[in-house]
């Protein structure tokens, strides 16, 4: 059974810390088109969080989740909350320093909004010493990769109908603004997301699969294991827009 740091006492956090990696998925709560929920970014990194957990069980503590990070660039829709890059990397800088006790900690994201904030963090607790990992999805595997999906497409909603099907409002997926590259991402950092898509999407939900969606998630749970275990993979990956 995998052990979270909500459900033990503190006794046992005191037995338990100095052996274990304290895992911290960062989610977001934004909107994700009209087919996708608003929690899509905290229900994938949970489950890939916890599907960690549950491969190394003596070394891995699941920390309770972040659901809300830096989503500014989705308030042009209902239902986005934000706390913005400076604040998230203050929250994290906080966190690492009052998790000193366990062996380590490892952040995790799949939301590209909350980068800034972690790669900010990673650069002053480095400087401090402190003994962090941090993980967002690499390349997507080139058998799979696309073009021109950054957010609430093919992949987003491909992991969505592998992990929460019932959640997937397919009725409703349709194409948003396609493409990618400095341009569009120069648009989406300056005006947001809604200066682009009317429907908050980049990218097309139309060839999503359950399938592709359980190699997607897979591939990405490969690469965080081997973050915990080695200090490689992630970290230095791109990750879309999600």
């Known amino acids: 059974m995998t052990e979270t740091l909500g459900a033990i006492t503190w006794p046992e956090a005191a037995r338990l810390a100095g052996s274990r990696t304290l895992v911290v998925p960062i989610g977001s709560t934004e909107q994700h088109g009209p087919h996708l929920p608003l929690g899509t970014d905290t229900m994938v990194v949970e489950a890939l969080c916890r599907a960690l957990a549950e491969s190394n069980p003596a070394k891995v503590m699941l920390s309770p989740t972040i659901h809300i990070g830096a989503s500014d660039e989705h308030r042009g829709f209902a239902g986005t909350l934000s706390v913005g890059t400076e604040a998230l990397a203050a929250s994290l800088q906080a966190l690492a320093a009052s998790a000193s006790r366990f062996d380590g900690i490892l952040f995790a994201t799949t939301h590209g909004g909350n980068l800034p904030a972690m790669k900010l963090a990673r650069a002053v607790l480095g400087d401090q010493g402190a003994r962090c990992l941090w993980w967002w999805p690499g390349a997507v595997p080139p058998a799979l990769a696309r073009e021109g999906d950054l957010h609430a497409g093919w992949m987003e909603t491909s992991i969505m109908l592998h992990l929460a099907p019932r959640l997937v409002r397919r009725d409703l997926a349709s194409r948003g603004a396609m493409g990618s590259g400095d341009k569009l991402m120069a648009v ?55």
């Open 188 to 242: 989406l950092r300056s005006q947001g997301v809604a200066a682009v898509s009317a429907n908050g999407v980049i990218g097309d939900p139309a060839t999503a699969s359950a399938e592709t969606g359980r190699l997607l998630f897979e591939a990405m749970l490969t690469d965080l294991e081997a973050t915990l275990t080695t200090g490689s993979g992630g970290g230095s990956g791109g990750g879309n827009a999600g």
